[in-house]
């Protein structure tokens, strides 16, 4: 069964970079895409962005100038960084697979295996 | 990007209540419409894709409709366990968004 774990610092300062890991286990990176996406405390959850297998990635606009999302498969991890951080980044991070059905001749996506998140917080 | 919203934002219920959560997107997503429970502290846990299929492994009360603009998750009879946090997700299109969620709390 595959799992996935969150790393990183809980706390990153103002202007600075949050990076975080998610380490996947039980299963391989290949022929999936994997995502990232966060909540802050109290809100809504909001898609940051997504990167297949292959390294062909997906980024949210509203943060693409700040983010980028890799691969290592290697390690079987895949990681996020999200630059110049303020406040507003404060939130629970959530690393998932992005799992691709065959429906009806169609393909939908959604998220069928997530990690148990990690807190991050932004200040100084 | 596509805007979802929810309705009711909560609700009260009791053990055993028919429950119904609808979810509106600001335009036609077909069926490019997910829905996730989350408990408090708990990463979200994906019920229903392509909205009308059961994910493995989630029981039969739980059902959704709906294509367009309007969809719907129903728990036919709702159990203890069933308190929680319900998301809708488009995945039409990137920026893939999330309704604002319904907290369903017991009466």
């Known amino acids: 069964q595959v799992q996935l774990q969150e790393s990183g610092p809980g706390l990153v300062k103002p202007s600075e970079t949050l990076s975080l890991t998610c380490t996947v286990s039980g299963g391989s990176l290949s022929s999936y895409y994997w995502i990232w996406i966060r909540q802050p405390p109290g809100k809504g959850l909001e898609w940051i962005g997504h990167?297949?297998?292959?390294?062909?990635?997906n980024y949210n606009p509203s943060l693409k100038s700040r983010v980028t999302i890799s691969l290592d498969m290697s390690k079987n991890q895949f990681s996020l960084e999200l630059t110049s951080v303020t406040a507003a980044d404060t939130a629970v991070y959530y690393c998932?697979?992005?799992?691709?059905?065959?429906?009806?001749?169609?393909?939908?996506?959604?998220?069928?295996?997530w990690g148990k998140g990690t807190t991050v917080t932004v200040s100084s | 990007d596509i805007q979802m919203t929810q309705s009711p934002s909560s609700l009260s219920a009791s053990v055993g209540d028919r429950v119904t959560i609808t979810c509106r997107a600001s335009q036609s997503i077909t069926t490019y419409l997910n829905w996730y429970q989350q408990k408090p502290g708990k990463a979200p846990k994906v019920l229903i894709y392509a909205a009308s299929n059961l994910q493995s492994g989630v029981p039969s009360r739980f059902s959704g409709s709906g294509s367009g603009t309007d969809f719907t998750l129903t728990i036919s009879s709702l159990q203890s366990e069933d308190f929680a946090t319900y998301h809708c997700q488009q995945s039409y299109s990137t920026p893939w968004t999330f309704g604002q969620g319904t907290k369903v709390e017991i009466k």
């Open positions: 990167i297949y297998s292959s390294g062909g990635t």
């Open positions: 998932g697979r992005n799992l691709q059905q065959l429906v009806n001749s169609y393909y939908y996506f959604y998220m069928d295996v």
